[in-house]
C-alpha cells in the first residue's frame, strides 16, 4: 500500500525565511507524488507533481520539491516566504485513479 | 477559470440525520469524487464515479453513503443516518479523465469543502 507522511502539522516562518514543508512517502512501486495548497476558504489546488523525469520539480508561485528515492522523501521548499504562501498544505500520492493524502502542514507567515 | 462548486460551504445536523451534500462539477468532466477530512487526520478517498456508476469506494463507503448525478449538472453525496463521526469536511473533485495517469491528477479540479458537524 501507498502512504505519505507530512511531519509537523504546523509551521511557522518570518516573511521572507525559507520555507521548508516535509513528506515522506512509502510505496512499493515508483510513485506519483503531488504537493497541493489549500487557502482559506478555496479548495485544494495543484502546486506541483513528480512524474518520474526530473527529480528537481519547479511549481507554481516560486515552490519547488525534490524527489529523493534514497531518503523516500519529497520535501516542498520555497527561498522566501511571503505573506501570502499562509495556507495549509498537502502532500500526496496517486493509487490508480485515486488520490492518497498526508494530514497536512498548515504554513504560518510572520511579518 | 472554471471551478467545482459545492453548498453548502457548512451543515450542522442532528445525529440520525439524512444530508446531502450538493456539488456542481466543472460541466465538460466525466469523472466525479467525494473526499473527506476529519479534523487533524489525512484527507481521505470516499468514492469515484462515472457514466452514473460508483466505480471505486472507499471502506468508508459503507451503506450509509450514496452519490447520484441526478439531473446531469448536480453530483451529491447523501448520509442516510448521520453519525458522530461523520463530521468531517467533506470535498467533491472532477476530472476530463481517469486512470493512473500523472496528466489525470493534474486534471483533479477540488471544490472549496462542506463542513459537517453532526451533533
Known amino acids: 500500500a501507498q502512504s505519505v507522511t507530512q511531519l509537523g502539522s504546523h509551521v511557522s516562518v518570518s516573511e521572507g525565511a525559507l520555507v521548508l514543508l516535509r513528506c515522506n512517502y512509502s510505496?512499493?512501486?515508483?510513485?506519483?507524488l503531488f504537493w497541493y495548497v489549500q487557502y482559506p476558504n478555496q479548495g485544494l489546488q495543484l502546486l506541483l507533481k513528480?512524474?518520474?523525469?526530473?527529480?528537481l520539480v519547479k511549481g507554481i508561485n516560486g515552490f519547488e520539491a525534490e524527489f529523493k528515492k534514497s531518503e523516500t522523501s519529497f520535501h516542498l521548499t520555497k527561498p522566501s516566504a511571503h505573506m501570502s504562501d499562509a495556507a495549509e498544505y498537502f502532500c500526496?500520492?496517486?493509487?490508480?485513479?485515486?488520490?492518497?493524502f498526508g494530514t497536512g502542514t498548515r504554513l504560518q507567515v510572520f511579518p | 477559470e472554471p471551478e467545482v462548486t459545492q453548498t453548502p460551504s457548512h451543515q450542522v445536523t442532528q445525529m440520525g440525520q439524512e444530508v446531502i451534500l450538493r456539488c456542481v462539477p466543472i460541466?465538460?468532466?466525466?469523472?466525479f469524487y467525494w473526499y473527506r477530512q476529519i479534523l487533524g487526520q489525512k484527507v481521505e478517498f470516499l468514492v469515484s464515479?462515472?457514466?452514473?456508476?460508483?466505480?471505486?469506494k472507499s471502506e468508508i463507503f459503507d451503506d450509509q453513503f450514496s452519490v447520484e448525478r441526478p439531473d446531469g449538472s448536480n453530483f451529491t453525496l447523501k448520509i442516510r443516518s448521520t453519525k458522530l463521526e461523520d463530521s468531517a469536511m467533506y470535498f467533491c473533485?472532477?476530472?476530463?479523465?481517469?486512470?493512473?495517469?500523472?496528466?489525470?491528477?493534474?486534471?483533479?479540479?477540488f471544490g472549496s469543502g462542506t463542513q459537517l458537524s453532526v451533533l
Open positions: 460541466s465538460n468532466h466525466l469523472y
Open positions: 513528480y512524474t518520474s523525469a526530473a527529480t
Open positions: 500526496a500520492v496517486t493509487v490508480t485513479d485515486k488520490l492518497i
Open positions: 473533485a472532477s476530472s476530463v479523465t481517469a486512470g493512473v495517469s500523472t496528466a489525470t491528477n493534474e486534471k483533479l479540479f
Open positions: 510505496s512499493s512501486v515508483p510513485p506519483y
Open positions: 464515479f462515472y457514466n452514473n456508476e460508483i466505480s471505486e
